[in-house]
């Protein structure tokens, strides 16, 4: 995370630039409750911003904790796509829990209360984070793009999708290490640090100025502007694979060979003539369609918004690291305002993505739903997350065969209409 404009010039407070000049106890003490009251204490639209904190704050972690109890409960929601999501979820976990209260405080106090040790600790946790998420949504469009582009090429596997998230946060933890070398805790007021940690600051330091400007334009180019581009270009293909008229996988030979009823009786054949394997195979291709196509629109949004809630960051901290901007800035509020609002952006990212997962994916609505009423009574019978016993399966595939036959006619006479209607 970006840290906060260095404090103390707006007011016309003494920066600690050459010798610390002796100051009496009593005008440290008022000096300190003056900073409190007139300058520390949360103005009017800081406690909204602190009252946004807590929304993301909570949603994120009770969202994000679902997802990955949806998936751990339950077996048949243990897909390639899924394991990935899980681990997407894990990376905003973890950023929200404990990088998310250090950057509300940062922004309010605009100082680091923290100490030296977590100043390296939580800056590299908050470049990991962004590293793993980038990484993992990588890797879904390009699973995605093998399942649906190129199906023969490459088949993924639960045990291959592992042994990839393992390997992202290798990479994560390990190309992020650079972040926490260059990150020092200091004080603005050397006179009073002894005193308080108030206007200590979190900052980068480089021994050249050349080094920040290379390291910052790598970062965006590598976290943000290069996997964002390449995942765009895949999903492009993926659209026009779903939304076109070629699908790769489903058998088009069924559609130009399947006859009509009139042909099958002018064959002597008769209306009641057997199709029943065909309309299966044809109803499960379309089923098949269906379901490729609201994990790809889900996966589109995801990665939409994620792009989106990254762009203000990634401009600012450009501007900043790399071009110079904003050290003497004549409107300090305006920047101020700017760089908190990005990071907020950042953290309602991870909020995002669980519901998004609510509105687009019913398997994760059925089990959030689940989840909430066991805590919520009112909201329905409680257990749902839980695997299914062999008795309730037994019942539940008994009563499947029952209305399977029960509408097959009417089954058989949705299908031959489709089947009739795309023909030529």
Known sequence: MEPSATPGAQMGVPTGSG?????????????LRYLWRDYLYPKPYEWVLIAAYVAVFLVALVGNTLVCLAVWRNHHMRTVTNYFIVNLSLADVLVTAICLPASLLVDITESWLFGHALCKVIPYLQAVSVSVAVLTLSFIALDRWYAICHPLLFKSTARRARGSILGIWAVSLAVM?????????????????????????????????????????????????????????????IFRKLWGRQIPGTTSALVRNWKRPSELEDQGQGPSAEP???????????????????????????????????????????????FGMFHQASD?????????FSHWLVYANSAANPIIYNFLSGKFREQFKAGFSCCLPGLGPCGSLKAPSPRSSACHKSLSLQSRCSVSKVSEHVVLTSVTTVLP
Not at 19 to 31: A, H, I, K, N
Not at 213 to 233: Q, W
């Open 177 to 237: 290490v650079p972040q926490a070398a260059v990150m020092e805790c200091s004080s603005v007021l050397p006179e009073l640090a002894n005193r308080t940690r108030l206007f200590s600051v979190c900052d980068e330091r480089w021994a050249d100025d050349l080094y920040p400007k290379i390291y910052h334009s790598c970062f965006f180019i590598v976290t943000y502007l290069a996997p964002l581009g390449l995942m765009a270009a895949a999903y492009f293909q």
């Open 276 to 322: 029943q394997p065909r309309a299966r195979a044809f109803l499960a291709e379309v089923k098949q369609m269906r379901a490729r196509r609201k994990t790809a629109k889900m996966l589109m949004v995801v990665l939409l918004v994620f792009a989106l809630c990254y762009l203000p960051i990634s401009v600012l901290n450009v501007l900043k690291r790399v």
């Open 19 to 31: 010798e610390p000049s002796p100051v009496p106890p009593d005008y440290e003490d008022e000096f």
């Open 332 to 340: 300090r509020e305006a920047v101020y305002a700017c760089f908190t």
